[in-house]
């Protein structure tokens, strides 16, 4: 779904928001989440986003950082940049 369908575009996306997309509960896709890939599902969903916004920032040299931010996920540029720092 993160790769296909780009879900992690949703600022609003849920982690039972993607548990219901999944037929699951929140619990398993946590537990799915850390024990894959070593993060927490805010974590997860923001290093998507940072690669999504770092191919923006690289094929349109012209956008806003504000307009990456909000194309990339992200609620605001804060946002953005605090999950670069994280």
């Not at 780009?6 to 982690?15: A, E, F, N, Q, R």
């Not at 012209?62 to 609620?75: D, H, N, Q, T, Y």
């Amino acid at each position: 779904m993160f790769d296909k369908d780009l879900i992690y575009l949703d600022k609003d996306l849920t982690i039972w928001e993607l548990a219901s997309k999944l037929g699951t509960n929140r619990t398993y896709v946590s537990q799915i989440i850390n024990n894959e890939h070593g993060q927490n599902f805010s974590a997860f969903v923001n290093s998507y986003r940072i690669s999504h916004a770092e191919n923006l920032l690289e094929s349109n040299p012209k956008l806003s950082p504000a307009e990456i931010a909000e194309m990339s996920g992200f609620g605001c540029l804060k946002s953005w940049k605090r999950a670069k720092k994280g």
